[in-house]
């Protein structure tokens, strides 16, 4: 199969953390666990936790105002603002309308995306589609989360696990010399929704003393059950995104998967017939930033100049839903 023609290209990411850095030793104070079990059983050293004040929509901006600088897009030159996430700061209106205004992307529309950890590529397919379409020309896709706002720190199972931070990649209408967007795979299956989910809160069990007192609003999490499904389903996507861009793993420069835990990475690496010197990994300083690990990764990668001009590169994400995706991107 010939490599399809992107219809989209990256035209610039941006990234922001906040600065405060929670290590292991610092979690372990305050709960039943230890800088060696979190180490070797996800890879984290880490992570960065914002400050209440700090909002998505704020973390969101800054890392949109870095990319669309690298692109040299003005904001009024945005047609589409698709913000990911899995913590909106409220629940009306939405993260990327707080965005739109602290941006001044006035001619855009915004709008959130709800995919967890893989909603940076679905909004990435979103923003092509929309393109494709003829509705506009520039895409700011965005994936602002503040994971912190919604852990319950009482369970070491999942506490130990999450971070903050945001990432951003301003989309533009390629210019046919064949970067960009190469293939995608991106899938979900309701059924294993109650996998990883926040039970109370929303409007099935609305915000009550209950809800409180019992954190029914808070993370839960199967966690061996999401590791199996994490693996199995990333590397089918892998292997699907490859075929659908008529290339083979040893035409990727660079995996950049989601940040979720070392041996997950290091599995599906394996099963992509990847070698992890062509893995992009920082899951050890930031956690899992849900929707945020891919552009942060990828921004962090093209800083590094181990991804540019003429490199392929392949992504890979999984996250509650369940929902699941893969994409190979030429810079
Ligand atoms: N510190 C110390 N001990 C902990 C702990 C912690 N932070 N968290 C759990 N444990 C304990 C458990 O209570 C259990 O104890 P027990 O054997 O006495 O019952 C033991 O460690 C082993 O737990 P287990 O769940 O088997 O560990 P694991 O090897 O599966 O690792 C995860 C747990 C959560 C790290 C792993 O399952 C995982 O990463 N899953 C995927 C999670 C994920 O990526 N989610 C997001 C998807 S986007």
Request: glycine fraction near 10%; charged fraction near 25%; hydrophobic fraction near 45%.
């Amino acid at each position: 199969m010939q490599t399809p023609m992107p219809i989209v290209e990256i035209a610039g990411t941006g990234r922001f953390l906040p600065d405060n850095v929670v290590t292991n030793d610092d979690l372990a104070k305050r709960m039943d666990t230890s800088d060696e079990w979190i180490q070797t059983r996800t890879g984290i050293r880490e992570r960065r936790i914002a400050p209440p004040e700090l909002w998505a929509a704020q973390m969101g901006t800054e890392a949109a105002r870095k990319a669309m600088e690298k692109a040299g897009v003005e904001p009024g030159e945005v047609d589409i603002l698709i913000v990911s996430t899995a913590t909106p700061d409220r629940w009306l209106p939405s993260t990327a309308c707080d965005m739109q205004s602290l941006i001044g992307c006035d001619n855009a529309l915004a709008f959130d995306l709800m995919a967890a950890c893989t909603g940076h590529l679905y909004a990435l397919t979103m923003a092509e589609g929309y393109i494709a379409a003829g509705r506009g020309e520039v895409a700011l896709v965005v994936a602002a989360e503040k994971m912190s706002a919604i852990m319950d720190w009482d369970d070491r199972s999942t506490a130990v696990l999450f971070g903050d931070g945001a990432g951003a990649a301003v989309v533009r209408k390629a210019d046919g010399s064949g970067r960009g967007i190469l293939s995608s795979h991106h899938r979900s299956d309701g059924k294993l929704a109650e996998l990883l989910y926040r039970p109370g809160g929303g409007a099935v069990e609305p915000l009550s003393q209950t809800v409180l007192d019992e954190g029914r609003h808070l993370l839960k999490m199967e966690g061996r059950e999401i590791f199996k499904n994490a693996v199995r389903s990333m590397a089918e996507a892998c292997d699907l995104a490859l075929q659908k861009a008529g290339l083979t793993a040893s035409d990727i420069d660079l995996l950049v998967p989601h940040q979720a835990n070392i041996r997950i990475i290091e599995a599906t690496a394996k099963y992509a017939g990847i070698p992890m010197d062509k893995v992009y990994v920082n899951v050890d300083r930031y956690g899992n930033m849900s929707s945020a690990t891919v552009p942060i990764a990828f921004d962090e990668a093209i800083e590094q100049g181990r991804l540019g001009p003429g490199s392929t590169a392949m992504t890979v994400a999984f996250g509650a839903g369940l929902t699941w995706g893969a994409m190979t991107i030429r810079l």
